[in-house]
């Protein structure tokens, strides 16, 4: 049975204008469960990946509040440790219900997954993801002269911390991560794309203040661990070019050679469908005969079955 990697879109954990709490993200996080059984029913081998971008945000935000000299607040990384556990926790009890109604005796585990980068990356020469809450430039300012955080403004709505986001080398924990999926077992990992880590000289790792991009996280790890199918869930049925333009046009099957182009043409905004789109044509071009998926939560199995979707393949 083919090997799919299902990248979540944040609507999978949390609904828009829904408040943060953990029993309503729960709630959502049983939705999706919901929308993934068709996959463990048709016998799938099935890797769940996440975004974290409110969740740890929300966490960053909740430590720099309450720091103080005795509980000083933990840096990015490990925010992002505790997203992916957290959101890990809540995706992995939600699967378990689904399947235990369902009568399929399966399990599902979550993985704290670390991405190598590099640490010579472009990216770290200018910071770009905005993470946390906005403040006044007099603020940011303030806080930027006390610790040393590079803050920009926001599309006038204000000055918020940004930070590297570098493109993934390696993930650490592949090899594990497919021995439980070759076992059989369901596993949630990469969360937010994995903590950013930076390889030592002496082969230990270190994390690093960066945040990677969820869907070219979700890319390398389909490809390290020899995905047949990697199928980004978002918010729209197909990627379209003209987007929201009376000429829009919605793609079916696409080549990622036709994608690049549409990409020097601009169809594609960068922090919404680009990084998706880059991230599909990374990994069906890492292998022959592997297929990226871009689709919607409700149609992504209908999407591998040929059905609904925006299917990418690297075929001239």
């Known amino acids: 049975m083919k090997k799919v990697v299902i990248a979540l879109g944040g609507n999978a954990i949390q609904k828009a204008n829904q408040p943060a709490t953990a029993e309503a993200q729960q709630m959502v996080c049983r939705q999706t469960a919901e929308q993934l059984l068709e996959f463990f029913k048709a016998g799938y081998e099935v890797v769940v990946t996440h975004g974290n971008g409110p969740q740890v945000g929300n966490i960053f935000l909740q430590q720099e ?6 509980t000083p607040a933990m840096p990015l990384d490990t925010c992002g440790a505790m997203s992916q556990g957290m959101i890990g926790y809540w995706l992995q009890q939600a699967i378990d219900k689904a399947l235990l109604d369902a009568g399929i005796s399966k399990r599902a585990a979550k993985i704290i997954t670390q991405t190598v980068v590099d640490p010579k990356d472009p990216a770290f020469e200018n910071p770009t993801k905005p993470i946390g809450p ?22 006038g709505r204000g000055w918020r911390r940004v930070v590297p986001s570098p493109r993934p080398v390696d993930i650490i924990e592949k090899d594990i991560i497919d021995d439980m999926v070759n076992a059989g077992h369901i596993v949630i990992c990469a969360g937010g794309g994995g903590i950013p880590v930076i390889r030592r000289e002496d082969g230990s790792f270190e994390g690093i203040e960066a945040v990677i991009d969820k869907d070219l996280g979700a890319s390398k790890l389909a490809a390290e661990i020899d995905a047949d199918i990697l199928l980004i869930l978002t918010a729209v049925e197909k990627v379209s070019i003209n987007f929201r333009k009376p000429n829009q046009s919605d793609l079916d099957e696409v080549t990622t050679d036709q994608l690049k182009q549409y990409i020097q043409e601009g169809h594609f905004a960068p922090g919404s469908m680009l990084p998706k789109v880059e991230a599909a044509i990374e990994f069906a071009e890492s292998k022959p005969g592997r297929i990226s998926i871009i689709t919607s939560l409700e149609k992504g199995f209908e999407a591998v079955q040929g059905k609904a979707g925006t299917r990418i393949s690297a075929r001239s």
């Open 65 to 70: 509040k309450a720091a103080s000299e005795k």
């Open 134 to 155: 906005f403040y006044t430039e007099e603020e940011a300012r303030e806080i930027m002269k006390e610790k040393g955080y590079i803050f920009k403004e926001d599309s």
